[in-house]
């Protein structure tokens, strides 16, 4: 059985085959969504699932909420004008065959459950952390959808009652604080890449807006999991390359404040399968009878 991911990333397109859970094929392109509209966009994915040829089941993640009939919410990291655009009709008549859509927060954590970090947990926590902040949580061993699949949205965690607006329509959201571009907006850094750089040579301004980062995201996990007490705790995403800069804040804010949790018996642990978790997440869940 061939299964095809495909996960629509702010920068870049990935995609991988699955064949009983090895990946056989992994290819990248630049997203671009900043060069055309929704429609040119959907196609280029379209010819890119296309390439490796014949497939058994489609998965595709977004960046973002969708309805139920694969129509776009609200993808705030793509350029356009997302919101109102069918995706899934034009994906199923492009790439020829029955697709289905998945949250890149929930396919981040089937992923990581499944083939990853989370693997063998009953109870996992998975936190990604890039341009968004996204997640999903397994309960005795399945992905945690919610109602309408909106469970897992971490991101909109609110860390500042009076903080800026977000896309969302709330305020002092996690991901104004945390994501990659809010990082690096903290730092006065041109991209999050550079601040890990600067940080890497003492640049204090650097180090401090990861140091602030990690302390926000430790605080949000800690919020959930004074509730939830899940034995195992996943971060990964392209914030947390950052290491210890931005982890070691983040297991101390954890410590500091989850103080009602059974905090020896719970991992904090990065994940595993890097940039590809959410195509791998994609195309498990696409496969899924
Ligand atoms: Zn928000």
């Keep these: 059985m061939r299964s095809l991911g495909l996960d629509i990333g702010a920068t870049n397109l990935k995609l991988v085959v699955l064949e009983g859970g090895n990946v056989v094929e992994r290819r990248d392109e630049p997203t671009r969504s900043e060069d055309g509209d929704p429609a040119s966009v959907l196609r280029r994915v379209a010819t890119f699932g296309r390439s490796v040829g014949p497939v058994d089941s489609i998965g595709v993640a977004l960046p973002g909420l969708f309805d139920e009939a694969g129509v776009a919410e609200l993808l705030p990291n793509l350029y356009g004008d997302w919101t109102g655009v069918p995706i899934l009709e034009p994906l199923e008549e492009l790439l020829g065959g029955s697709v289905r859509l998945i949250n890149d927060g929930h396919a981040f954590a089937l992923a990581e459950a499944t083939l990853g970090a989370g693997r063998g947990a009953a ?60 990082i690096a907006a903290a730092a006065s850094a041109p991209t999050f890449e550079d601040v890990v750089t600067r940080a890497r040579y003492g640049d204090a301004d650097a180090r401090r807006a990861l140091e602030r980062a990690g302390e926000l995201i430790g605080l949000a996990i800690a919020n959930v999991l004074i509730f939830l007490a899940a034995e195992r705790v996943v971060v990964g995403g392209g914030v947390t390359e950052a290491g210890d800069l931005i982890l070691a804040p983040l297991r101390e804010a954890i410590a500091d404040r989850a103080r009602v949790a059974p905090l020896d018996r719970i991992e904090v642990v990065p994940a595993e399968l890097g940039p590809r978790a959410g195509a791998i997440g994609a195309a498990l869940f696409g496969a899924q009878p």
Excluded at 138 to 151: F, K, M, N, P, S
């Design 123 to 182: 109870d996992a926590m998975c936190i990604v952390c890039g341009t968004g902040i996204g997640g999903g949580l397994i309960l005795r061993g399945r992905l945690h959808l919610g109602v309408t699949g909106r469970a897992g949205e971490f991101g909109h965690h609110t860390v500042d009652e009076n903080g800026p607006e977000c896309p969302c329509g709330n305020r002092g959201c996690l991901e104004l604080y945390a994501g990659a571009r809010a």
